[in-house]
């Protein structure tokens, strides 16, 4: 008799022999799985025990590690000093950065009273940290040269005649400075300053502008001057008497910063890209 022997196979798919429900493959999700891969070996007390429940369709948890943890007594171990934001201008008598904040959201002026070269320096400096610089000056020919060489194709410096200074529409996410070297009696400005837009004007001595600029300012730059200078602008911005006394003999690239609360002493280096452009520090022209 054919398929003697033989015992009769279960068919895999459709209805069973009986008319009951088919058999389901193993290979395909029934409604109740978790998308969950059985690890062998760990008992339900384990699982039950573990503080964090599992979540399906997640696969195989990862490796345990410990949370970072520090004890109070060791954070000063792992602090990162910060200190000021904004130009670097050169090192102050603890042979510290001393840095100029000049990108602000409030109007900033700045008063320079000493040489060319700084203020250059100062431009230089202010557009690497990728703000946009504008000069405003009635001698185009001592600017010409650091414009080109500042930003080759790109211009992030330019330069205007007195008077001219456009709108340049200053944002946080773009200053713009301001420098204004228009000789010893400077005219107002077309352009002020404004938020996330300071002005620094350039003096070379005191003039009869220097009293109204001094009023207004809120910084103020001061190398090295005249006895009779220094005298009346220790009655002006109230300094001790050492430091009046300082002023008429200080070296180049020497200045001293005055707020109206602090007083500080910079020396500006240039860097060996700054000293091929501009030469050396100096205090005349």
């Known amino acids: 008799m054919p398929g003697a022997g033989l015992g009769r196979q279960q068919p895999q ?3 069973g022999q009986d008319g009951g429900p088919a058999a389901q493959p193993r290979h395909v999700a029934t409604a109740t799985d978790t998308g969950m891969i059985p ?5 339900d007390e ?7 429940p599992r979540r399906p369709g997640f696969g ?3 490796p345990r590690h410990l949370r970072h943890r520090v004890a109070l007594d060791e954070l000063a171990a ?3 000093p910060l200190g000021d934001d904004g130009i670097v201008i050169g090192t102050d008598a603890q042979k510290q950065p001393a840095v100029l904040g000049l990108s602000r959201r409030t109007a900033y002026d700045v008063l320079l009273i000493g040489g060319l070269w700084t203020a250059q320096v100062l431009a230089l400096r202010a557009a690497g940290t990728g703000a946009r610089v504008a000069v405003e000056t009635g001698r185009s020919h001592v600017w010409t040269s650091l414009v080109r ?5 790109q211009q992030c410096i330019t330069m205007h ?5 456009p709108s340049l529409g ?6 713009v400075i301001i420098i204004r070297d228009c000789g010893m009696k400077p005219p107002r400005g077309r352009v002020t300053s404004a938020p996330w837009q300071s002005v620094v004007t350039l003096l070379p001595y005191l003039s009869p502008a220097a009293p109204r600029l001094l009023q207004t300012s809120s910084l103020v730059g001061i190398q090295r001057v005249s006895p009779d200078e220094a005298a009346h602008l220790s009655r002006t911005m109230r300094l001790p008497r050492e430091e009046t006394e300082t002023l008429s003999t200080l070296g180049d690239g020497v200045t001293l910063w005055c707020t109206r609360k602090d007083r500080y002493y910079s020396l500006t280096t240039p860097t060996d890209a700054e000293a091929g452009l501009l030469g050396t520090a100096r205090r005349l022209d």
């Not at 384990?46 to 964090?52: K, V």
């Not at 060489?149 to 194709?153: C, D, N, P, R, T």
Request: glycine share 18%; aromatic share 2%.
């Open 170 to 175: 200053p944002s946080s996410s773009s200053p």
């Open 161 to 165: 005649d007195v008077g001219q200074v």
């Open 78 to 80: 792992v602090g990162v």
């Open 46 to 52: 384990t699982d039950q025990e573990s503080p964090h």
């Open 149 to 153: 060489a500042a930003g080759a194709e």
């Open 39 to 43: 690890v062998f070996g760990r008992n």
């Open 60 to 62: 195989l948890r990862g």
């Open 13 to 15: 798919g459709g209805l």
